[in-house]
C-alpha cells in the first residue's frame, strides 16, 4: 500500500519507519523543504538519536505527494493540524484512508484531532493512540497501541497496516474516549513532572495519576465516550507510560517548573512541542464549557497561564472540599 505520513517530527518518523518494515510504499511530508533536505542529507532525526533512516522511504516538503496514496497518517503538532488539513484537502484521493495520530485538543473550539480531520476533509479518520513514545518504536521495543473508529471495517484495516510482531494493535469503537485520554494524560504528566521537580514522592504522583484519570473520565462521559476505554491503553496506559519516562516532554518539562524555571523557559530548554501546555487551555476551556469539575487541570492552568505560585495550586487541591472517592459510594 502506497501510504503518506504528515509530519516528520519524532512519532510522524517512527511511524513511517514502522510502516516501511510492514513493507508499505512510505512518503514522509516535512513541514518545510528545509526539513525534508536535511532528513535526505543526513538520513537522522535529531528527535530519534541513534536511529538511521532508510534511503527507500521518499522524503518531502510536498503536500500534493498524497496524490497516489491509499492511506495518509496525519501526525503534526495539535496547533497545526487544522492547517495541515486544509493543505492536503484538495489532493486526497475519493477512498483514501485517513489515519488521526496526533494528541491533543484544539485551543479555540476544544474540538479532537479527529473532529478538524473530518471538517476539513468530509471523510472520517481512525484514530491511533496509546502508550507509544516515539525513541523506542523507532528503536523496535514491543508497543501496544489502540486503532479507534465507529466504523469497524476502517478500524481493522488501520490494524492490519500498523500491526507486526512488535507493535501490537487493538481496535476499539470510542475514538471520544480514545483522544480524550491521550490529549488529557498530557496534562497530568506535566504536573507529575512539577511534582518530581519539587521533589515530592511516589505517594503524590499516585494522587496525582489516579485523581487525574478520575477527572478525564468525568469529562470523557460528559462528551459521550465509554467509561471503560479509560481503564485500557489510551486511558492508565498513556497516563502511566507519560507520568514516569523521561522520554516524556511533558513531564520533563513539569521537572524544570517544579525546579524554578519560568514556564517560557521549561518550553524552550525542553526544545519540542510540550503537548500538556496547550491542553491544559483547551481542556480547561472545554471542561468550562460542558461544566464539569476537573480541578487538576484548572491548577495546571492556573500555574501554565496565569503565573499562579505552584504551592497555593497544590494547596487548593489538598485543601478542596471532602468528599467521596467512588462519586457513587453505594452508601444509598
Not at 502511566?240 to 525546579?259: D, E, F, P, W, Y
Amino acid at each position: 500500500m502506497e501510504i503518506a505520513v504528515v509530519g516528520s517530527g519524532g512519532w510522524g518518523t517512527a511511524l513511517a519507519l514502522l510502516l516501511r518494515e510492514n513493507k508499505h510504499e512510505v512518503t514522509l511530508i516535512s513541514y518545510s523543504k528545509e526539513e525534508s533536505d536535511n532528513l535526505i542529507q543526513t538520513l537522522v532525526n535529531p528527535f530519534l538519536p541513534g536511529v538511521r533512516l532508510p534511503d527507500d522511504i521518499h522524503y518531502t516538503a510536498d503536500h500534493a505527494a498524497v496524490k497516489e496514496c491509499s492511506m495518509v497518517v496525519v501526525v503534526p503538532p495539535s496547533f497545526a493540524v487544522r492547517a495541515t488539513m486544509e493543505k492536503l484537502a484538495p489532493y486526497l484521493r475519493q477512498d483514501v484512508i485517513l489515519v488521526s495520530a496526533t494528541k491533543g485538543i484544539e485551543s479555540d473550539t476544544g474540538k479532537r484531532m479527529s473532529e478538524i480531520i473530518r471538517e476539513a476533509t468530509g471523510k472520517r479518520p481512525v484514530v491511533l493512540s496509546g502508550p507509544s513514545h516515539a525513541e523506542e518504536v523507532s528503536r523496535k521495543v514491543p508497543t501496544g497501541v489502540v486503532a479507534a473508529c465507529e466504523d469497524r471495517l476502517l478500524a481493522e484495516i488501520v490494524q492490519e497496516v500498523f500491526m507486526n510482531d512488535r507493535f501490537r494493535v487493538y481496535t476499539s469503537s470510542d475514538p471520544v474516549g480514545v483522544e480524550l485520554g491521550a490529549a488529557m494524560k498530557n496534562v497530568i504528566a506535566l504536573c507529575a513532572g512539577i511534582c518530581d521537580g519539587l521533589g515530592y514522592g511516589d505517594n503524590t504522583k499516585a494522587l496525582l495519576m489516579t485523581r487525574g484519570l478520575t477527572e478525564v473520565a468525568r469529562l470523557g462521559m460528559k462528551l459521550g465516550s465509554r467509561n471503560d476505554t479509560f481503564a485500557g491503553l489510551t486511558g492508565i496506559g498513556d497516563l502511566i507510560v507519560t507520568c514516569t519516562s523521561m522520554h516524556s516532554r511533558n513531564r520533563r518539562a513539569g521537572i524544570l517548573i517544579g525546579k524554578g524555571e519560568s514556564v517560557d523557559q521549561a518550553m524552550k530548554e525542553v526544545g519540542a512541542v510540550v503537548e500538556g501546555y496547550y491542553a491544559a487551555k483547551s481542556v480547561k476551556l472545554l471542561a468550562d464549557r460542558m461544566g464539569v469539575d476537573m480541578p487538576i487541570t484548572q491548577a495546571a492552568y492556573a500555574v501554565l497561564y496565569d503565573g499562579a505560585p505552584i504551592g497555593s495550586a497544590l494547596g487548593s487541591l489538598m485543601t478542596r472540599k471532602k468528599g467521596q472517592e467512588i462519586e457513587d459510594a453505594g452508601w444509598g
